[in-house]
T-cell receptor, first 110, second 114 residues
């Protein structure tokens, strides 16, 4: 079992839909990160969370430390949101290391 | 530069050859990380530098892999006697400091070993 699990693995949505991507982890963490990998391969950091909720534009990330679970929400999705969304954690044992989930491939159709 | 840069972006080599992958982190970033990403998978940690010191190399798969950062800036990941299973995207990231800092990723070097 991977230490960081994401669901779903693949997601297709219609433009305008509300999207939720889930991440569960099994290790103690100091922070959780949501990353976006573009079709061209570049990786961009979206959020770093250690508690609560963060919002940036149409993106919202939440984390429940007790349940070891985080969600990434996209409101009013758009085709340009199509990408792979990766959850990664910084474990307490080695804070500098990211442990990555396998990613959720999102495709938003016009 | 404005972001993390890596070179080459693509490398095709024959099995048994040595390759050197370069990472130029964001100016002033103390910490530098190397990851390997197989197709369809998330990146996996290889090694980490704080300034020029290699603090953790536990993710390097075997002794054919080595990395250095002699002046605490540019880093080179070297793979000796490449094998087909080494084919992957090799990503570099840097952060201002290691403690709970966001890592900024480079574009990656896609390595193909024939």
């Amino acid at each position: 079992k991977n230490e960081v699990e994401q669901s779903p693995q693949n997601l297709t949505a219609q433009e305008g839909e509300f999207i939720t991507i889930n991440c569960s982890y099994s290790v103690g963490i100091s922070a959780l990160h949501w990353l976006q990998q573009h079709p061209g391969g570049g990786i961009v950091s979206l959020f770093m969370l250690s508690s609560g909720k963060k919002k940036h534009g149409r993106l919202i990330a939440t984390i429940n430390i007790q349940e070891k679970h985080s969600s990434l929400h996209i409101t009013a999705s758009h085709p340009r949101d199509s990408a792979v969304y990766i959850c990664a954690v910084s474990p307490i044992s080695g804070t500098y290391k990211y442990i990555f989930g396998t990613g959720t491939r999102l495709k938003v159709l016009a | 530069g404005a972001g993390v840069s890596q070179s080459p972006r693509y490398k095709v080599t024959k099995r048994g050859q040595d390759v050197a992958l370069r990472c130029d982190p964001i100016s002033g970033h103390v910490s530098l990380y190397w990851y390997r990403q197989a197709l369809g998978q998330g990146p996996e940690f290889l090694t980490y530098f704080n300034y020029e010191a290699q603090q953790d190399k536990s993710g390097l798969p075997n002794d054919r892999f080595s990395a250095e950062r002699p002046e605490g800036s540019i880093s080179t990941l070297t793979i000796q006697r490449t094998e087909q299973r080494d084919s992957a995207m090799y990503r570099c990231a840097s952060s201002f400091d290691s403690w709970r800092e966001t890592q900024y990723f480079g574009p990656g070097t896609r390595l193909l070993v024939l």
